[in-house]
């Protein structure tokens, strides 16, 4: 028997229950881990393959129980490098678990960058507007053809990403002598790290204005801006308001807002001219003024921080829901 003969492969029948099973890998996501324990059942059949000794099924499990995320659709060319991988380490090739588990972090944050857009925020709002033009017009065909083409469209690509992943995985291993793999895995890292620091300030919001600094008079509202006085004694005096007066009075306030002023009645200070321009300074404002998005990029590295001395995410999912609600309670937030 020839080495080629002995070398243990997976067959498609192995990779297509893999591909069937991927519909499942969002079954079960959680706040810990996510995706980790659906990926780790779409990869069964690879690992009854690929190890039969129990004890390499157990440490096989164990290595696919880490933390996963990434787009569910995406998730199939990740799906195809692994059981590449997977199949060269039970040949016997030197591939370790952190090697593997470096490729499926360093690809699933650029896939999932790329696959949000190009799926959710293209391709099926482009296909839903077209069959609901169809719907409208009372035509059945709108609805099933959203379901078929929608469907073809995922598994076939789901199926040829995970095929191109299986081979393209095969060579990237042939080449780890080179550093390829390394290459790729810090490319990916950097394109992920870039993508994520992007969405920081898009996913999460800290507002601190509710911390008061300072509450400065800035003088007559009539004295600054006339037109609003103007507008307002019109008002009460049951006068015609022109359009000139009303387009004054817009831009009046608008500069207003723009240059952080508020208007408050204090008639008990100011008896003969009570509207009183007043420009608040708060926490949230200050902290702008120094770089936007400050606090998001302080509790992302604080956690990022926590994850590292091995502090359970749990504990800081729970911990950031108590700081909420008791900042909320105490006037913080």
Known sequence: MTDTEKRIRLT????VKVFW?????????NYERMQHLGWCYAMLPAMKRLYPDIEDQKAFVKRHME???THPYLAAPIFG??????????NGAEIDDAAIQGVKIGMMGPLAGVGDPVFWGTLRPVLGAFAASLALGMNPLGPCLFFVIWNIVRLA?????????????SNITKDLSGGLMQKITMGASILGMFIMGVLIPRWTTIDL?????????????????????????????GGSITPDILSGAVKAVQNAANGGYSIVMNAGQYASDPARLIKIATLQ???????????????TLGCI??????????????GLFIIGIAGALIGFF
């Open 12 to 15: 498609k029948s192995d990779r």
């Open 21 to 29: 099973r991927q519909s499942f890998e969002q079954g079960s996501i």
């Open 67 to 69: 933390f996963f995320n």
């Open 81 to 90: 490098v692994v059981m590449a991988l997977e199949e060269e380490r039970a």
């Open 157 to 169: 690509f789901k199926w040829y990403t995970q095929e191109l992943g299986y081979r393209q995985g």
């Open 209 to 237: 204005s509710k911390i008061v600094f300072s509450n400065a008079d800035m003088g007559s509202v009539a004295e600054k801006f006339p037109d609003i006085t103007k507008l307002t004694d019109l008002l009460n005096g």
């Open 285 to 299: 404002t200050v902290l702008d003024q120094l770089l936007p998005g400050l606090m998001a990029l302080i509790l």
């Open 305 to 318: 921080t926590l994850l590292r001395k091995k502090v359970n995410p749990i504990v800081i999912i729970f």
